[in-house]
């Protein structure tokens, strides 16, 4: 396969840590620790990667010692321990820790245990006039507590599924961990989304609580949501109770519960011991052609899995603010809650990503003293080209990492960042999966960064990339696989009784591995490198490229605002290749501009990907959590009808698709 352009063998890295970071970073302590205890392989003084890469490579070949090291560093509490930690390692059916009981909400409240940290703040709580309001741990508990007592009263069992319409709020929070504590079923919906999207998703669970915003505030102005409520609320025959939050001060409708009277009892919380894997919550993937998967995780696994990645690898603890900008209807909100996990405090910023202006999310950062700050790639992008000098206009010395996910970011980002944030800061562009609520390769606090690139797959992660012949391949383009089970993997999809959707979905072209959909390379240096969607790869005369690879070159051109890059196979053996084009204000695609995106393609990528059309459209069409949506435009292209090839209810901006439905249509 030919791949796309490789980074030399060995370059200067952006940023490499200091040794007393690298003494300090609790993935140090850990190693040494495991050594000692566990079997892992002894460090490797003055030499980080190396060390590094032995700590991954006996942590996925030796799955069962490394988890249970884990759970006896993060201190997991087993009310019932497991005689074993790993039952049947095939994928999918993988069982993690047999006949142990927990609680994942009990974990989540330790630190309010803590009298000398019971007063100090679990959660920041931040809105579009960027003030923080604190909440404090011991206030969560006593609201998580009165309010699971307020469920088990309404008839609310382990098992039932409780949802929510609901911002990023300290009421979703405690709401989540209420639920947790009673040992129900999680799942929930940004207020952004319309009643059609949120019934698309809650109907396939059945739940019998509905938590619903009265409406919220994004980008200045008021938003009313009293009518989709009442149009969730007949759309959802199983609800048996109605919570109002009344952001916005209204009262409650008729036969709704006020959230003031259900939290305020200060009951001490009673934590339901689960089995591992009971299911914790329902996430959805995105739904562009049709439902979408309702993906079951459970208490256990998410448990461990948000430990390892919170503490080994975002390096994250008691003294850290852990601020990731993101909604409830995106996998990065439960993954944020979670630091409550390692006694982190946690920003929750309910607002605008560009309200009053684009420096917004930095803004947050430093009046919360956030040390870890979480964004898009995209909003890293739009500061760049906005001209965003953060570390020049804000305090952010307390920010020792910026990470991104949601696409993966441009080089030209990791610059900025380090041109324009602190030359002396981590980047961590990291990469996962709603389905497994967590990340692949990513965050490493001992590795140095190198432009471009992910620092490592994570421990416990077997990632690899693989060739169309299942064969692994290093410095070469391949399909993102993980070879062995990660315990949050999902434990099946809801309404999936032969576990036949489940497996099609990760296990069809490679039987017995996780096929995840990306093109990755894994380079001989241990990083990392993603190139986007698989099953939206450019394959023009044999040469493959991930959509990526052209958003990053072409949209370095400031009249580039976003792209959209598909590759259509024509019916007759032909293969068209569109870029659809966003401009930016006052732009125009012109003679000159279409010779520099063309130009820019051929030099920086590979003359074969020079686009057959470049093609300015209004704006590029995205999924309810951001992201391009690719496949479903290529459906729309090759002619498929609108009703097949996308679930307008999944999209941003539904209007947008009909430009490319036209197209199909006139092309066909």
Not at 261 to 288: I, K, M, N, R
Request: aromatic content about 8%; hydrophobic content about 40%; glycine content about 8%.
């Amino acid at each position: 396969m030919t791949t796309a352009p490789q980074p030399a063998t060995q370059p200067e890295p952006l940023w490499t840590p200091g040794e007393d970071r690298v003494a300090r970073a609790q993935v140090t302590r850990f190693h040494a620790w495991a050594a000692e205890r566990h079997g892992a392989p002894a460090p490797l003084p003055g030499d980080p990667a190396a060390s590094y890469a032995a700590l991954h490579r006996w942590s996925v070949e030796r799955l069962p010692d490394f988890w249970r090291a884990v759970a006896a560093w993060c201190d997991v509490r087993f009310s019932t321990p497991a005689p074993q930690v790993l039952a049947d390692p095939a994928m999918p059916g993988a069982r993690w820790f047999p006949g142990a009981t927990l609680n994942y909400a009990e974990h989540a409240l330790r630190a309010a245990e803590d009298p000398a940290r019971a007063d100090g703040p679990a959660l920041l709580y931040v809105d579009e006039t960027h003030e923080p309001v604190p909440v404090s741990w011991s206030a969560l508990r006593a609201q998580v507590g009165s309010l699971a007592a307020e469920l088990r009263r309404l008839g609310v069992r382990p098992g039932d599924r409780v949802s929510a319409y609901l911002p990023n709020v300290p009421q979703a929070v405690v709401a989540l961990l209420a639920t947790a504590a009673v040992g129900a079923v999680w799942t929930s919906c940004a207020p952004d989304f319309g009643a059609r999207s949120v019934l698309d998703r809650f109907q396939q669970v059945e739940p019998v609580v509905l938590f619903a915003v009265d409406g919220y505030r994004y980008g200045g102005k008021r938003h009313d949501r009293a009518d989709t409520v009442a149009e969730l609320r007949a759309g959802l025959p199983t609800v048996r109770a109605v919570v109002h939050v009344p952001l916005l001060g209204t009262p409650a409708p008729e036969g709704a519960l006020e959230w003031e009277a259900l939290t305020s009892s200060g009951a001490e919380p009673v934590f339901e011991q689960v089995p591992f894997d009971h299911p914790l919550w329902v996430l959805y993937s995105s739904g562009t052609t049709g439902l979408p998967k309702a993906i079951v995780q459970s208490q256990g696994g998410i448990l461990l899995e948000h430990l390892k990645q919170l503490a080994l690898h975002c390096d994250l603890g008691p003294e850290d603010r852990f601020f990731w900008y993101t909604s409830t209807g995106w996998m990065m909100w439960n993954f944020l809650v979670s630091g409550l996990l390692v006694g982190s405090t946690v920003v929750l910023y309910d607002g605008s990503p560009g309200h009053p202006d684009t420096a917004a999310q930095w803004r947050v950062a430093e009046r919360t003293g956030a040390t870890l700050f979480g964004t898009s790639a995209a909003y890293v992008m739009a500061c760049r080209k906005a001209e965003v000098h953060p570390g020049r206009d804000f305090d952010l010395s307390r920010v020792k990492c910026v990470a991104t996910t949601g696409s993966p970011l441009p080089p030209d980002g990791f610059r900025w960042l380090h041109d324009e944030v602190a030359e002396d800061m981590w980047i961590a562009s990291v990469s996962g999966g709603t389905d497994v609520c967590s990340c692949f390769a990513g965050a490493v606090p001992t590795l140095p960064v190198h432009i471009g690139e992910l620092q490592a797959p994570c421990l416990g992660t077997d990632l690899q990339a693989w060739d169309a012949q299942g064969k692994p391949v290093t410095d070469e383009v391949g399909e993102l696989i993980v070879a062995n089970p990660m315990p949050s993997m999902p434990i099946r999809f809801w309404n999936d009784p032969d576990g036949s959707r489940y497996r099609d979905s990760y296990f069809e072209m490679f039987p017995g591995v996780w096929r995840h959909g990306d093109w990755i390379t894994l380079t001989s240096r241990g990083s990392v490198v993603i190139h986007g969607r698989s099953d939206s790869t450019l394959n023009r005369q044999g040469v493959r490229m991930g959509s990526a690879d052209i958003y990053e070159a072409v949209e370095r051109l400031p009249e580039i605002r976003e792209s959209l890059v598909i590759g259509v196979e024509e019916p007759d053996g032909g293969y068209w290749m569109p870029l659809f084009v966003h401009l930016t204000p006052g732009a125009t695609l012109d003679d000159a501009l279409l010779d520099r995106i063309k130009s820019t393609i051929r030099t920086q990528l590979s003359p074969r990907h020079v686009p057959d059309e470049v093609i300015e459209v209004p704006a590029v069409p995205h999924t309810l959590t951001g992201k391009r949506i690719e496949v479903p435009v290529k459906r729309l292209l090759q002619g498929t009808p609108m009703e097949k090839a996308v679930n307008p209810g999944s999209v941003d901006d539904a209007g947008l698709l009909s430009f490319y439905e036209e197209l199909g249509r006139s092309r066909g």
